[in-house]
């Protein structure tokens, strides 16, 4: 027998009784399990999750939950074929042991694999100080539970919301406070709203878009503490710039922090910034080796990308989740020569008083913008990022058709700018700096963040082979 025929009867072996645990029990785990039983996979599959709950759909919390037009509890996403797996619910992963591979719960309980997905994905970041976290009408904005508490909320009627933090969810719950009556005071550190994800040039639009819709917009500032009553209310916010707002519902959007915590001792590349890995979703350990039995995928995956030059990024995306769930699950269970690289073209989209904003490829990789059709004045337009003489990105106000158009430009590492793609030109076709902040400023991050090129945490510790 040929050594290409031995390895093919070793993976047809392996999908019939190998053993595969996937941590993470939301999109990108679900669809990863879904994935892997169409790809032929028949062996054992455990699914671990540290909430209750079945795999539900994030995006309608921030959106269609919290307008009161749908349930929390009615987000669950569809099943696209059975699974037939082993589900361990509100069985939080402790540790990983990738010496004997075993994945240990909070339980005392351990689970062996052959094949590991890492999918844990990310929590809302709480406000630091948990004494006034408790305060009763303070909330984050992660999960169904959450969702379900926070709309309550609102129907309660307070008489002010204050939101600290204007990224796109802080900005999409701005406009639905708006939209429901509320008086609403949003508190962002950075220059403007979404200035981390679009740079100062758009975020002033979206300034300036919050402000005629009536939200008490303060830029500049950040919040140094909140205060309650004697019954443990909230009531007050205090500023930094000496001003007191007074609020008795307050939403943390303060972004979210990557679940790692429980690979601390695993010997992989993982931090801040998630799991780092290469476009084949395979786990980079501590020293940049590639793993053969742990793969990554989801919001917590931080994988190289040829068109932004192989730095690492990490993406908070739905789509991003679905195809390297897909990517990851193939490669699992597929040869080398068959395997399959994770290369998204990055897209987001996001609704807010009013206006449909779309993004497409990475405005935050680029130091150039211009508006190349529509009319800034009616906030209906589309704009282009550049650097170094390419597209690397582009964002639309109600002009979503267009993106596609750019889309196509960033694959093929089309010129900046960019030649036209309609007749509605804008006034100023020139191009100006996009006035992104310093990344090292506390401010909103984007959705999506290039963490460089070393595959493991900032200040990582080399550690020699032990022979």
Avoid at 108 to 126: K, N, S, W, Y
Avoid at 434 to 461: N, Q, S, W
């Amino acid at each position: 027998m040929s050594f290409s025929a031995a390895l093919t009867d070793l993976v047809s072996d392996f999908k019939s009784r190998g053993r595969i645990v996937i941590v993470g029990a939301s999109l990108a785990g679900l669809r990863a399990a879904e994935a892997l039983r169409d790809e032929g996979f028949s062996g054992s599959l455990t699914i671990i999750g540290d909430e209750c709950d079945e795999p539900y759909d994030r995006p309608p919390l921030s959106k269609q939950v919290l307008k009161g037009w749908v349930p929390a509890n009615h987000t669950r996403l569809a099943r696209m074929r059975r699974v037939d797996a082993d589900w361990r619910l509100g069985a939080a992963a402790s540790s990983l042991d990738r010496a004997n591979r075993q994945v240990q719960l909070a339980n005392g309980e351990r689970v062996p694999f052959d094949r590991l997905l890492i999918a844990t994905g990310t929590r809302a970041r709480q406000w630091p100080n948990p004494a006034e976290a408790a305060l009763e009408g303070v909330y984050t904005l992660r999960t169904a539970a959450d969702a379900a508490r926070f709309e309550a909320a609102l129907a309660a009627g307070p008489r002010r919301v204050l939101i600290i933090g204007a990224g796109f969810v802080g900005s999409e719950v701005a406009s639905i406070c708006r939209e429901r009556g509320l008086a609403v005071t949003v508190a962002e550190h950075g220059a403007a709203p979404l200035v981390g994800a679009l740079g100062g040039v758009i975020g002033a639009i979206a300034a300036d878009l919050q402000r005629a819709h009536g939200v008490d917009l303060r830029c500049g500032v950040s919040v140094t503490a909140l205060e309650g009553d004697a019954s443990g209310q909230v009531r007050h916010a205090k500023l930094s710039d000496g001003t007191t707002v007074d609020a008795d519902v307050v939403l943390v959007s303060l972004g979210s922090i990557r679940n790692t915590e429980w690979l601390q001792s695993a010997g992989l590349a993982a931090g801040f910034w998630g799991v780092g890995c290469d476009s084949g979703c395979r786990a980079f350990d501590i020293n940049g080796v590639v793993t053969d039995s742990i793969y990554v995928a989801g919001d917590i995956a931080r994988f190289p990308h040829v068109l932004y030059e192989y730095q690492f990024l990490v993406l908070e995306h739905w789509d991003n989740a679905v195809s390297g769930a897909v990517v990851a699950a193939h490669n699992m269970v597929s040869l080398e020569p068959e395997r399959w690289p994770h290369l998204p073209l990055p897209s987001f989209w996001s609704g807010q008083f009013g206006v449909n904003i779309k993004s497409v490829g990475i405005p935050s990789f680029g130091d150039e913008i211009v508006f190349t059709q529509g009319s800034i004045k009616n906030r209906r337009f589309a704009a282009a990022y550049g650097k170094r003489g390419r597209i690397v990105g582009a964002v639309a106000f109600d002009h979503a058709k267009w993106l596609q158009y750019y889309g196509d430009l960033i694959e093929r590492s089309a010129p900046f700018p960019p030649p036209a793609a309609g007749f509605d030109l804008p006034a100023n076709t020139e191009p100006m700096p996009a006035d992104f902040p310093d990344p090292r400023a506390p401010t909103a991050l984007p959705d999506v963040v290039l963490t460089g090129h070393d595959p493991t945490a900032r200040g990582a510790e080399f550690r020699p082979t032990e022979n």
